[in-house]
């Protein structure tokens, strides 16, 4: 894949969630920070190589108005989805490239305030792999509103079938979008309200915990067991905890969950899966609470390459999986690891945002919707090639609603 347009981008994301709180799709935001013109063409030729029918759908938010009618202008009904900010129409250049793209049924997404969103709502038709959109009247091929939602306006006006509402800011009001009124999705989520609930002490997940007793049981490997329980954070974090403990203290030099499972022993092992079972939820809400921390990781994961290096490479991930930890175990961070065995490097970002895994760290949080704009900073103090970070973003969230094992 060729590097030279990805350089002259800035990349962030926001994960839009589902009714079944599954990764939906994925809405890119695009910056052009510089004065060179980016090539449209050349930008969808990229996502494409990217993109796959399993990936999520992707919605295209773009803040050059240049980019943006450049972008209309060659956009294909089987492309991603663009999103037209609604202050944007007022441009006629823009307004015409919208109407020109309607008629081709590009898949097309206004996204405005709350109350300017009646006259151009219509309902989203959905394929499977792309956003596909039923054609209309003209300006009202921007089918899908997505758009700030605040719970005072929430309250007052009825919630649309097919619409996206961006930051719902708490559980109820999702659960009213999504389960009662069949909104399409909810981009970001109200992670802080939803852990409040439950007074920030999150089990593990019911279903994570019985995946990983049927792999046991079917004598899945120690790599499938390890990436398994790479993508529940609270289950890892719990298993550290119980690895490290007295009555199972391993010796030093142990530095992967696969050697600590080995040390362990999988009857052990299962034992204590059975134990956390019983404690363990099936509150959906959590779902997208967990799934962000594992994305947050697996950006850390190919941010820094570790190459061959397993150790460096486990490390990388753990130090992303756990940086929210004390929002979801509601310790603060130094009290809720000080019983885990980490390496110094990992310690020094966690607890003190210092070490060489704090920048990535902070990187991996930037690219998430609304702190894009520390990314050229952070990149060029690191002597990060654009490209690349965007190219390894690009590859982690077409495979975010959920991760192989990474080959190697």
Known sequence: MSPSVLGHLTLGYQLVWNRLRQIAAVQLFIGSPGEAPVDAEHLLRTLKQTWSLQSPALILSVQSPALLIDLLAHAVSTGPAIAVQSSMLADPAIAQRVHGAHRRQVPLFWRGQHAERESLYAPMDFQPGMVSLTPGEVLQGARAALHPDRAQQAAASPVLPGQIYEGVPNRALVEHCLDQRGAWGVAGWPAEDVLQAIHHRMPPDRRSVNGLLAATDADASLEVLENLLAEEPVLAYRF?????????????????????????????????????????????????????????????????????????????????????????????????????????????????????????????????????????????????????????????????????????
Request: net charge negative.
């Open 240 to 408: 550290l905890r119980f690895a490290n403990s007295e009555d199972f203290k391993l010796c030093e030099g142990i530095d992967s969950t696969r050697q600590r499972m080995m040390v362990l022993g999988l009857s052990r092992f299962r034992s204590w899966l059975v134990e956390q079972a019983a404690g363990a939820t099936e509150d959906v809400n959590l779902l997208p609470v967990r799934r962000a921390m594992v994305v947050r990781a697996r950006l850390m994961e190919h941010l820094l390459d570790a190459g061959d290096a397993e150790r460096l490479r486990h490390e990388v991930v753990l130090c992303g999986l756990l940086s929210n930890i004390d929002m979801v175990v509601g310790e603060p961070m130094p009290q809720a690891l000080q019983s885990l065995p980490l390496s110094e490097r990992v310690l020094e970002a966690l607890v003190s945002r210092s070490g060489p895994y704090a920048p990535y760290l902070e990187l991996a949080a930037a690219l998430e919707y609304p702190g894009m704009s520390a990314v050229p900073a952070l990149c060029e103090a690191q002597e990060l090639d654009i490209a690349v970070v965007n190219r390894e973003v690009l590859r982690v969230l077409s495979q975010s609603q959920r991760y192989p094992a990474r080959a190697r």
